[in-house]
């Protein structure tokens, strides 16, 4: 069973940046598409960005060029810059490993909230 692990959230205020990670325990990445998704209070989860096994990337469109996805195959880790951060970018994230459409593995989740 393999586990993902996100770290890298927190409180930032708007107009700033995060890191997020999410470490594998398993060597994945070649196999699975990796992604980001988010869910904030009274909403669904939604898609913020998608990295494939062979490096495509994909985001969600309120994304507009604020954040990067990215991911270390050596070290089994994916991450997501976030700048330019906004109030409405505030949930929590969750790394995502999927087969085609359909999920695979799950990480427990970071809380972002953006705040002043």
């Known amino acids: 069973q393999v586990q993902l692990v996100e770290s890298g959230g927190g409180l930032v205020q708007p107009g700033g940046s995060l890191r997020l990670s999410c470490a594998a325990s398993?060597?994945?990445?070649?196999?699975?598409?990796m992604g980001w998704y988010r869910q904030a209070p009274g909403k669904q989860r939604e898609l913020v960005a998608l990295?494939?096994?062979?490096?495509?990337?994909n985001y969600g469109d309120f994304v507009k060029g604020r954040f990067t996805i990215s991911k270390d195959n050596a070290r089994n880790t994916m991450y997501l810059q976030m700048n330019s951060l906004k109030p409405e970018d505030t949930a929590v994230y969750y790394c995502?490993?999927?087969?085609?459409?359909?999920?695979?593995?799950w990480g427990q989740g970071t809380q972002v909230t953006v705040s002043s």
């Open positions: 990295i494939t096994s062979g490096g495509y990337t």
């Open positions: 995502n490993a999927r087969s085609g459409t359909i999920s695979i593995y």
């Open positions: 398993g060597n994945i990445f070649r196999t699975y598409a």
